[in-house]
């Protein structure tokens, strides 16, 4: 299927953590548009299937990792199927699922249906890094922990945080690290985020071999970015202008 011709109606925005899953998305409208979408591009014939009772469909998660692919298994099966716990191993760093996992099964009505979880399908290349549009899209599955926090560097991705809230207006990290007033210098940022947060840590000079004390940028850029994982600069969607152009 061409992805350019997925209709605006198909895309669904999950909230997996909601204690509400209704309200996180997880409602009828979901499971009809997947079966809808399953006979629109199979050769199944719809007035066959109504009389075929053996019929089910198996239907591979894929995507980049650390997206909640296994949490959404495991929802859909705790609200379609009304059972408890995790058929599916999840975690909050990526890498946690390995390989094709057995199948689970979803829903019984009106077909039963059955997930295949599988692990992340980035593999990040920077030597094919030929646009700036490749680099940013890097640096956005860095911000949200697609990619190791540590191969970027908890700095970089903090500057390309600001970067992408200054320029879409968002300055709730003024008062987050208790600033004047909004900053394009990383360094500043963080600066007032330590005294803040009292994330300063001593050095001792080479060449007096004085101690002072330094802000803890390491610290507070992972702080930054914890902040934002968490919502706590609002949503923030990172390819709004892609879909603004498409639409």
């Not at 646009?131 to 500057?159: F, H, T, W, Y």
């Not at 879409?168 to 963080?190: C, K, Q, R, T, W």
């Amino acid at each position: 299927m061409d992805s350019k011709n997925v209709p605006v109606k198909d895309i669904f925005f999950m909230d997996s953590l909601s204690g509400d899953a209704r309200r996180g998305g997880y409602d009828d409208r979901l499971l009809t548009t997947i079966l809808n979408s399953i006979e629109k591009h199979s050769n199944i014939d719809t007035n066959r299937a109504l009389f075929m009772e053996d019929i089910k469909y198996c239907l591979l998660v894929m995507g980049i990792p650390n997206v909640g692919k296994s949490t959404v298994i495991n929802r859909l099966r705790n609200v379609y199927l009304r059972k408890a716990g995790r058929a599916t191993v999840t975690g909050p760093k990526a890498g946690v699922t390995k390989a094709v996992l057995e199948k689970i099964k979803i829903c019984d009505n009106p077909r039963p249906i059955y997930l295949f979880d599988t692990p992340g399908i980035l593999e990040p290349s920077f030597h094919r890094l030929n646009s700036d549009a490749d680099r940013e899209a890097l640096m956005k599955c860095a911000l949200c922990g697609n990619i190791a926090d540590n191969v970027v560097g908890p700095e970089l991705i903090a500057d390309y945080l600001l970067f992408w809230l200054n320029k879409h207006n968002n300055h709730l990290y003024v008062d987050f690290f208790g600033m004047p007033g909004p900053s394009n210098e990383i360094a500043e940022v963080l600066t007032y985020g330590a005294i803040r947060f009292d994330a300063l840590k001593q050095t001792r000079s080479f060449e007096t071999g004085e101690k002072t004390v330094i802000p803890n940028m390491h610290e507070m850029a992972e702080k930054f970015i914890r902040a934002f994982r968490k919502g706590e600069f609002g949503a923030c969607f990172l390819d709004r202008e892609h879909l603004e152009s498409r639409w």
